[in-house]
């Protein structure tokens, strides 16, 4: 489980460094991006919660 953290903690990270420092110009382009970015970062919390609940059923 604790790879998974990190590796969560790295994309929270840089969800925030590009909300921070790198965003586009194009606030079309920066909503694309953040969606984008939002929606990995939901998807990888499903992923271990689904891993999780595998390990608590063996």
């Given at each position: 489980?604790?790879?998974?953290?990190?590796?969560?903690?790295?994309?929270?990270?840089?969800?925030i460094?590009?909300?921070?420092?790198?965003?586009?110009p194009?606030?079309r382009?920066?909503?694309i991006i953040n969606?984008?970015l939002?929606s990995?970062?939901f998807?990888?919390?499903?992923?271990?919660?689904?891993?999780l609940?595998k390990k608590?059923?063996?």
């Open positions: 489980m604790k790879p998974q953290l990190i590796i969560f903690a790295v994309l929270i990270a840089g969800f460094a590009y909300n921070l420092f790198f965003q586009s194009d606030d382009m920066n909503t969606i984008a939002a990995i970062l998807g990888y919390i499903s992923f271990m919660a689904y891993s609940l608590m059923k063996k």
